[in-house]
């Protein structure tokens, strides 16, 4: 037997509560992220992908030099002798690991 009753629903309180919640997991994963601005000539350990097979593998390879620094968040790395890779700063983290 199906009721005919009015549903009322607080749009903005029900806004709010998810606003609340989109808030707190924004603070939860940002407490994991390392502030640290980037300069020339800093050295960084460069996160290597690698499969779950190869678990004993490393994660981080370097140290590298930082050849330059760009504005949408990726750094140029100097590799090798004649080798530039430009990447991400998430896939980066600095020597002396600060907090």
Known sequence: MTWNLPLVID???L?????????MNLLCANAACIDHDYHINEKVYLLVNFESSDKA???????????KVHTNSTVTLRTGPRTLQRVSIRRIKPTVHVR
Do not use: F, K, S
Request: hydrophobic share 35%; aromatic share 8%; proline share 9%.
């Open 11 to 13: 749009i903005h309180l």
């Open 15 to 23: 806004h709010d509560i998810r606003q609340a919640n989109i808030d």
């Open 57 to 67: 593998r490393e994660i981080y390879r370097g140290p590298y030099p930082i050849v």
